[in-house]
């Protein structure tokens, strides 16, 4: 069965770190792209990372760009989202995203305190 199940995030302090997770079941993360995308109360969902399945093409587009690593482990078919430097307009549930298979993890809130 095909199914994205994230963790981490949480409450942190600006300027503070967090590490997502994605971990996959149903396909492997070292064969196929996944993304992620983000979405602040009131508006739409948009990308924040992205990364092809063999891994040589990253795409970190702003407003995040600078303070993401992207990456996947092959040994736990997970997926990893290491944010740095956030600020309290980071403040959104974020969400891995397999587009291959058009498939969503559930969501983890990340909330950044002035």
């Known amino acids: 069965q095909l199914q994205l199940k994230q963790s981490g995030g949480g409450l942190v302090h600006a300027g503070g770190s967090l590490t997502l997770s994605c971990a996959v079941s149903g396909f492997s993360v070292t064969t196929y792209p996944m993304s992620w995308y983000r979405q602040a109360p009131g508006k739409g969902r948009e990308l924040v990372a992205f990364i092809s399945g063999s891994g040589d093409r990253t795409n970190l587009p702003n407003p995040m760009k600078g303070r993401l690593t992207i990456s996947r482990d092959a040994a736990n078919n997970t997926g990893y989202l290491q944010m740095a430097s956030l600020k309290p307009e980071d403040t959104a549930v974020y969400y891995c995203?397999?587009?291959?298979?058009?498939?969503w993890g559930q969501g983890t809130q990340v909330t950044v305190s002035s």
């Open positions: 995203y397999a587009p291959t298979f058009g498939r």
